[in-house]
């Protein structure tokens, strides 16, 4: 079936249907057959899936692009667990990835043709966002033909960069904080027509420039990261300011170039790089931010820096909630308006200091990468508290008193009377717990109470529901009443952002959507932490603390997923940024001092990269050859191709951390080098 065939064309936006407002148990109180539309509005699937993920006619979820190929994401989960696949699985999307990169790529062409922009747009992938080897060699595959690049922030990252990276014109661009060896590597790394950035982060990493400049004889292509006035919003909003973690402020900048000139070297200064965040809700910082910035390029161009690229950063968001607000799971503009903005606040800047236009450069990962990733998951188990929406027994005569006005309290719920309803109910639990604690009614009696207090609780819910304007502390019943659904995975693992800074992603069931979803429920994962759980689920007006699911039958199996979580989550669940474990000293106190008993090494290069699935020694041979071909051609001397793979290979047996300015481990020999290969740690 095709995307024309769907019974919910992606512009639909189907009205929630309202439930009558009839009291329980009347018989006129029968809802209306569930639809499709229902439930796309009910899980807002319309609105933060399109156009890669909607509902078919099966009532199930279906995955593809617009005129491309499309696959029912049950189905596909059946057919691998076939295969041999168990859940939990992480299910890519290929297609999806590579449509990302072309809409991010005709955004900006767009703009750039729309405003007469004598300029370009080329774009590179973060790789601390995802650092999976298959993933970074589809976005170098799929970005070829935009020249689309990579970011590194590390040591590691960098030796990624420059394996997967061939010659077809993509940039790398360094940032984070480095060494002399992570300078020598990026320069010579030019000389076989890589395009490398090295982007200034601290005044120290211009004496490494100037020094793996003299030692390579390469003239190095520097940028440098300032730190704006202008500020981001929501989490990260520090980014920027002059407590910023990265950059430099405006004096540190005009001092770098003070002194290039002073060696001859302003030539060398052709990028200006900015970040204000990730995950910019709203797009009034954005624009501040890019005026802020593009004024600073002029004025370094007017300078005589030989500038030629403006790097915008990250910070393009992705719409979590559908909601389309600058809520800070979502979003107040879309990818073509923040080309939009991107284009004509530069060309505005430029035009009126009378520079040149640069090439526009982006780090938007989290919006190339976050549609691609599916997280398919099974629920094992249920636990919940509600009553089950059957009619109490009455307490019969002779009852405790307690027990009566329990009952007459379920009897009297009303949609006027909710909050009252709901303090005689807490009232009377209470008050049976305590006549309880002082031996004036059985543990029958208690349990009795205890039942006829959760059937009040379920009344008033059932009620709450079917009211516009309901009391706080009504409510928060919402999620006191919902049950457990416990599903086999690890949100440590595949969804740590979840747990670290309440990030929401969509959760939904898969399959069943044309049922009505009659239970609420929170989620569990399988580990032995309070903390595994997702209790937090998008909603279009604000946050649920309850999701709709649809009742577990008996010898059935239920099925969910998590969308659009590929972004950090693979890696943080894992290695952010390929810094692995560090050193461990263990130290024992002494009379006269400390002694330390021992001394556990921390990951090595290739350590980490043998967990994302990289081998190294592959990694050296498609060096190796690249280099081969440069030499040949004249572009690299022998020298510096032995110097390049020397440190390639010496990065890839030490630390994953920086390890000041030598020119290598044999520079420290009273470090002990990593543990022989014949002996790895266990995978992670």
Partial sequence: MGWGENPLPWSATPNKIPAPMTEPNDPSDAPPAWSLAQSAELYQISRWGAPYFRINAAGRVEVGTEGGPVVDLFELTRDL???????????????????????????????????????????????????????????????????????????????????????????????????????????????????????????????????????????????????????????????????????????EIVEVV????????????????????????????????????????????????????????????????????????????????YAYDVVSEVKEACDRKGVPVPTLVSESGRAVSAHQSVLVFEVVGTNGVRSGGAAPDHPGEGAHR?????????????????????????????????????????????????????????????????????????????????????????????????????????????????????????????????????????????????????EIRAGERYFMAMFLNGAYQEILGDLHNLFGDTHAVHVSLEEDGYEVASVVYGDSVREVLGYVEYEPQEMVERLRLQAESARRRGLITIENVRLLMRHYEESLRGYTYLTGDSDGPADHPSVPPPPPLQNPKPAR
Avoid at 280 to 303: C, D, F, T, W
């Fill in 81 to 251: 667990e076939a295969r041999g696949l168990d859940l939990p699985l992480l299910i890519r999307f290929s297609d999806v990835l590579k449509h990302r990169i072309k809409h991010i790529n005709e955004c900006f062409r767009r703009a750039i043709e729309e405003y007469e922009y004598d300029g370009r747009y080329q774009g590179v992938f973060p790789v601390k966002v995802n650092q999976q080897r298959h993933f970074i060699d589809e976005v170098v595959e799929h970005g070829r033909p935009w020249e689309f690049g990579l970011e590194a922030g590390s040591k590691p990252e960098l030796l990624i960069a420059l394996s997967a990276m061939g010659t077809d014109g993509g940039l790398i661009v360094c940032n984070g904080y480095k060494d002399r060896a992570y300078v020598e590597t990026a320069l010579l790394a030019q000389l076989f027509g890589k395009k490398v950035f090295v982007v200034l982060e601290r005044l120290e990493e211009l004496d490494h420039a100037f020094a793996a400049a003299e030692k390579t004889g390469v003239r190095p292509a520097l940028g440098v990261r300032a730190k704006l006035s202008s500020r981001g919003v929501g989490r990260w909003n520090t980014s920027t300011g002059d407590r910023a973690k990265f950059g430099l402020s405006v004096a």
């Fill in 258 to 337: 003070d002194r290039l000139k002073e060696r001859d070297m302003l030539d060398c200064l052709q990028l200006l790089h900015f970040h204000i965040g990730s995950q910019i809700s709203s797009i009034i910082p954005v624009k501040n931010a890019l005026r802020e910035a593009a004024h600073i390029y002029g004025e370094l161009a007017q300078m005589g820096a030989k500038m030629g690229y403006l790097d915008v950063g990250g910070g393009l968001a992705v719409d979590y909630d559908g909601s389309k607000t600058d809520f800070h799971a979502s979003m107040n503009y879309d990818e073509q308006e």
């Fill in 402 to 550: 307690v027990l009566d006005e329990l009952y007459e309290t379920w009897e009297n719920v009303r949609a006027k009377n909710l909050q009252e309803s709901l303090h005689d109910a807490q009232q009377g639990k209470e008050e049976a717990d305590s006549l309880f604690k002082f031996g004036y009614i059985t543990l029958r009696q208690r349990a009795q109470a205890e039942r006829l207090y959760w059937h009040c609780l379920d009344r008033i819910t059932a009620l709450a529901s079917r009211v516009k304007t309901v009391p706080e502390e009504v409510q928060s019943l919402e999620e006191m009443m919902s049950a457990i659904y416990y599903c086999n995975f690890s949100v440590f693992q595949s969804a740590p952002d979840v747990w670290a800074i309440g990030q929401l992603f969509p959760v939904m069931p898969i399959h069943r959507l044309d049922e009505e979803p009659t239970e609420r429920a929170t989620i569990a994962d399988l580990t032995c932490d309070s903390d595994g759980k997702i209790d937090r689920f998008i909603d279009f007006e604000d946050v649920k603390r309850a999701l709709e699911v649809h």
